[in-house]
């Protein structure tokens, strides 16, 4: 193919629900033949971009373009090109697994050999039992397989391993490495730090619709205090919050930081965990 | 066990291939699901062999002296096209928007014409098994029909395309509860008070108004079709509006996820 358009670009991408602004002008770009992650919280527009890029909703602002291809207007030239796995659902409740796959699988040209790809990942033993009654992991990875069973140049994978156990997330990073050596371009949401950091070549993070940093795990985590954070040991008074807010304002101006961000909130676990260690709870 | 080879080979198969398996994977869930062979199968026996039973007992204002089995088979026929394009349809398409079938499927190759395809081919191999079932448990009870090939054909035709458009419409526009609960009340109503099963000259002074109902539209076409082997142009008709109706209707207010 002398086609060399990247993968999936992204350029100034605006959705909105209602009043609710769900992307926020973002704009990324993802080459092929990698892993990238966009990394960020629940919310933060993941999925929202995700289905843009695979022709279910149309950009109110903005370009997206996979494979050279508008998702919308050429969208029954690209499908077959693109493999999907939805974060949750997409088989009929009362379906065998392997049904399923091999249905998805005579949809296309050229799929993989069904029997061994489920085997792959570790679906044998189900094949024949209803999709309402797979595990969440089960249905999970049969998602998965429906994904790339027609042997796609593109995989958007949607939070793939959102409630695996570590054994079946472990297969599907294999999988997902194995599809890129093989020269598939795979982009997955999560918000596992640690998955994007094992697993992605390129990760984009974003938050609340905006692209707030991109580059290679290994560039996004070096040079150490690019983030600041900052728990204490009790609920902030109104008083004593709006000092803090004050006083970060001054040294900012002083020092002539930019505050990329700075959040409030109650303590999580994570804040629990790092206080105890000294370490994040993702860092394993 | 052979390896896989994950190298890009990207490609849609041939439309009529794709349309196909999605046809016989549409009529095979149909089939294995309880509730929808009740409908399909079951309540059109029961009610084939009560109507002809019962019948006898009752002074029906019936047009021709052609026995009961003759009348009611072909009635019977079309309430089976009636519960499947519509109410099995309905709600088997309500739950694939609930469980995100239909959203899957429009990210697959399977263009949306082609999935309609598949459901309209899906419809017309269940209702092949169900004429064979009534058809044979009419013949059980007596029935010997003198078929028209057109007139038949365009009913079941014809009544598949007016009931699945309604059909689709009610999936479209409610949740998949509320398809449920509605598609099944609309198919009890037209069942016992449609003019499906029974000719509307049994209907007395309502028959002006029940004329014009898909139901009976589909049950007068299917009488015709079968009785004389005549073409019922006038209920074909109704049934054609029907369903231009119901696909406008549904063109405009179905939302696929």
Redesign the interface.
């Known amino acids: 193919m002398p086609d060399a358009s990247p993968a999936v670009s992204v350029d100034g991408l605006v959705m909105r629900y209602g009043d609710k602004v769900a992307v926020d002008g973002l704009s990324l770009t993802v080459e092929r033949n990698t892993i990238t992650a966009v990394l960020g919280p629940n919310g933060a527009g993941k999925t929202t971009t995700l289905e843009t890029c695979?022709?279910?909703r149309r950009p109110q602002q903005g370009t997206v373009r996979v494979l050279g291809l508008d998702p919308v207007q050429q969208r029954?030239d690209l499908?077959?090109?693109?493999g999907?796995m939805?974060q949750?659902?997409?088989?009929?409740?009362?379906?065998r697994a392997m049904?399923m796959l091999e249905?998805?699988a005579?949809?296309?040209?050229?799929p993989?050999?069904t029997a061994?790809?489920a085997?792959?990942l570790g679906l044998g033993d189900c094949g024949r039992t209803p999709y309402r009654r797979l595990s969440g992991g089960q249905q999970q990875r049969l998602g998965l397989a429906?994904a790339?069973v027609?042997?796609?140049?593109i995989v958007f994978v949607d939070e793939p391993t959102a409630g695996m156990d570590p054994q079946a997330r472990r297969t599907t990073w294999e999988l997902l490495d194995?599809?890129r050596r093989?020269?598939?371009t795979v982009v997955l949401t999560t918000h596992y730090l640690e998955e994007a950091e094992q697993l992605a070549d390129q990760v984009h993070i974003i938050d609340r619709g905006r692209l707030i940093a991109s580059g290679t795990p290994e560039e996004l985590t070096r040079g150490s205090s690019a983030t600041v954070r900052l728990v204490v040991d009790k609920e902030l008074p109104t008083a004593a919050e709006a000092g803090l807010r004050a006083s970060i304002d001054t040294w900012s101006a002083e020092h002539g930081v930019g505050v990329r961000s700075i959040s409030f909130g109650s303590r999580t676990l994570e804040d629990v965990f790092l206080e105890l260690t000294g370490r994040e709870l993702d860092d394993e | 066990?052979?390896?896989?080879?994950?190298?890009?080979?990207?490609?849609?198969?041939p439309l009529h291939?794709?349309v196909l398996?999605?046809s016989r994977?549409e009529a095979?869930?149909m089939l294995?699901?309880g509730e929808q062979l009740l409908l399909a199968v079951v309540i059109p026996v029961l009610v084939l062999f009560g109507a002809v039973t019962a019948g006898e007992h009752l002074n029906l204002d019936l047009p021709s002296s052609r026995p009961l089995v003759d009348i009611f088979t072909p009635g019977v026929i079309a309430l089976a096209v009636m519960s499947t394009s519509f109410t099995s349809l309905a709600i088997a398409t309500g739950?694939?928007r609930r469980?995100?079938?239909i959203?899957?499927l429009?990210?697959?190759?399977?263009?949306r014409s082609g999935l309609l395809a598949g459901k309209i081919g899906a419809l017309l191999l269940v209702q092949l098994l169900q004429v064979f079932i009534i058809g044979g448990v009419g013949q059980l009870l007596g029935w010997t029909p003198e078929p028209g090939v057109l007139g038949v054909g365009l009913a079941i035709l014809l009544g598949t395309a007016a009931f699945a458009a309604l059909g689709l419409f009610v999936a479209g526009a409610l949740r998949a509860e509320a398809t449920l609960a509605a598609a099944n009340l609309i198919y009890l109503l037209l069942m016992t008070g449609g003019g499906v099963v029974l000719p509307l000259t049994a209907y007395g002074d309502a028959r002006p108004f029940l004329q014009w109902l898909p139901s009976a539209a589909l049950g007068e076409a299917m009488r015709t079709g079968f009785i004389d082997g005549g073409v019922a142009w006038r209920d074909l008709g109704v049934l054609l509006v029907w369903a231009v109706f119901g696909t406008v209707l549904t063109a405009k207010t179905f939302k696929w996820e």
Not at chain 1, 79 to 82: G, H
């Open positions: 695979e022709g279910y029954r499908l077959p090109r693109i999907v939805l949750g659902g997409g088989a009929w409740s009362g379906v049904e249905h998805v005579r949809l296309h040209a050229h993989l050999d061994v790809l085997e792959r429906m790339i027609g042997r796609p140049e194995e599809l093989s020269g598939v | 066990m052979s390896e896989l080879d994950f190298a890009p080979r990207p490609g849609a198969a291939r794709q398996a999605q994977m095979r869930l294995r699901n739950f694939e469980y995100g079938v959203k899957r429009g990210s697959s190759p399977l263009p």
